[in-house]
């Protein structure tokens, strides 16, 4: 059987995350704020504006199957929430010891219902055979990651600098599915599946 055979018996993996949108003005003043900080020229990898959102669960590399049965997770998930405000507000590194990896602005409102989301989707995510989460959920808007040392203390003089301030509240509405296709000028999401709230 010649490579191409067996490239092509082998079944097609979506790499895909489940996430929560977030509106194109906080998009905006986001991106803003990441202009701000490239000025200290430091080794980040940073997140296209574009597709920055409150990610719920990684779910990796995963079959045309999987990707089925994580919709249909989400549609359950959706069904038994209400749409509610989130404010993205405040920012910091992770991890708070050692050398920072990455940098995050804040959710403050509406983190109650994140993580009831989070533990309701995880729980029907294991139980159609995707797995529970492999770290604890911790939401926040991801701005970069650090890659090296270069000019980090600079950069992290430059986070200090910045006013504590909101970068604006919205409704979230839905749960999304995503597809992460990684591409050297940064990560294309594409939405598979997008599930509204409706719990009266």
């Known amino acids: 059987m010649s490579k191409s055979d067996e490239k092509e018996m082998k079944p097609e993996l979506i790499r895909s995350f489940i996430a929560i949108s977030i509106p194109e003005e906080i998009k905006q003043k986001l991106a803003e704020l990441q202009a701000r900080l490239k000025k200290a ?15 719920l669960r990684f779910l990796g590399n995963v079959s045309v199957e999987e990707i089925k049965e994580a919709g249909e997770a989400i549609s ?7 749409p509610f405000l989130v404010e993205a507000n405040g920012f910091g590194t992770f991890p708070e010891r ?8 804040g959710l403050n409102q509406g983190v109650s219902q994140l993580k009831a989301i989070f533990e309701e989707l995880d729980k029907e995510l294991i139980n159609r055979g995707l797995g ?3 770290r604890a959920f911790s939401p926040h808007l991801t701005l970069g990651r650090i890659k ?9 003089e430059y986070l200090k600098a910045e006013p504590e301030k ?3 509240i919205f409704e979230a509405k839905s749960i999304c599915l995503f597809r992460s296709q990684l591409r050297p000028e940064g990560a294309i999401y594409t939405l598979l599946r997008e599930e509204f709230f409706s719990a009266k």
């Open 41 to 55: 020229d430091a080794m980040v990898k940073w997140t296209r504006a574009q597709g920055i959102h409150i990610t």
């Open 76 to 82: 359950q998930v959706a069904r038994q929430f209400s």
């Open 98 to 105: 050692g050398r920072p990896r990455v940098i995050w602005v």
């Open 132 to 134: 529970k989460a492999d």
């Open 148 to 156: 090296t040392g270069k000019n980090l203390n600079k950069l992290l």
């Open 166 to 168: 909101a970068y604006g």
